[in-house]
Structures are given as structure tokens and as C-alpha cells.
């Protein structure tokens, strides 16, 4: 995760990073959500609002509902937080040029910070992982607007 731009990546594009690496392995989709929750310390799982509604659906007709969703560019599996903050942290003010990178990267801390600071209270934890999922609708847009010709 330290690679990557952002502080928050989806759980499926996580499990797909270290699936493709023939020298780890994460095991099941279950078993690396367990070793996230065993390091509180670490990682913050936030699990999308969908979750709620799509509670008792079988799981064949749920994941096929999950990748229509995908194709149609809406993230439906939990995000993953990094909570250490990273040592090439940017300072906007010193950039050559305007970066989107370091405000949404600054965007996504805040919002760890907090659903780390109200983890108890469930409701809450939903809309700050609906933000979260927001923030990357928003830096998908920006990213095509920052590649057009």
C-alpha cells in the first residue's frame, strides 16, 4: 500500500495487488480481511453502505450484482486505510507545479482519521466510507481530466 498515490485503496484492488505477486500469498478474500482487522494499529476496513442492503443475498447473485456495479465504475468492496502516515508526505506549497495528488491524499487522511476516531458508532462509519468512495470518484475524474488531449 505504500506504493501507492493514495492512503485508502479498495480491498478488491488490494487482494488483486498481492494475488498477482507469485511471492505472497494473501490466501482467500476472508482470511486477508482477518489479518487487516488483527492490525487495528495499521489498517482501518471501512465496508461501504451497500453492505447493509445486500445483507442475506445469496452470494453467486451478490457478486455478480458487485461486478455490474464495477463495470459501471462504482467501487463496492470495503476500503482499506493505511493508518501510518507516509515519510514522502508532499507539501503542496513546495510542488513545481498544481498536484492533485497531495490534497486528496490529505482528503483521504482526514477521513481515516475520522472514522478511526468514531469507530464505535456504525452509522457514521458508513457515510465517512461513502466520502471515501466519493474522494475516489472524484481523483478517477480528475486523473481522466488531467489525460485528456
Known amino acids: 500500500m505504500r506504493s501507492e498515490s493514495a492512503t485508502v485503496v479498495s480491498f478488491a484492488h488490494l487482494y488483486d495487488t498481492l494475488t498477482a505477486d507469485p511471492e505472497l500469498h494473501p490466501g482467500s478474500p476472508i482470511r486477508l480481511r482477518e489479518c487487516l482487522q488483527r492490525r487495528p494499529d495499521l489498517f482501518l476496513l471501512l465496508d461501504p453502505p451497500t453492505s447493509r442492503w445486500a445483507a442475506g443475498w445469496p452470494d453467486e447473485q451478490l457478486t455478480e450484482y458487485q461486478h455490474a456495479l464495477r463495470d459501471a465504475g462504482i467501487e463496492t468492496s470495503a476500503s482499506v486505510a493505511l493508518l501510518q502516515r507516509r515519510a514522502d508526505d508532499c507539501d503542496p506549497a513546495a510542488a513545481a507545479e498544481p498536484d492533485a495528488a497531495c490534497p486528496l491524499r490529505r482528503l483521504d487522511e482526514s477521513l481515516v482519521a475520522l472514522g478511526v476516531a468514531w469507530t464505535k458508532d ?14 475516489g470518484e472524484l481523483r478517477s475524474a480528475l486523473q481522466a481530466a488531467l489525460t485528456e488531449p
Open 122 to 135: 456504525p452509522e457514521l462509519l458508513a457515510e465517512i466510507a461513502a466520502a471515501l468512495v466519493q474522494a
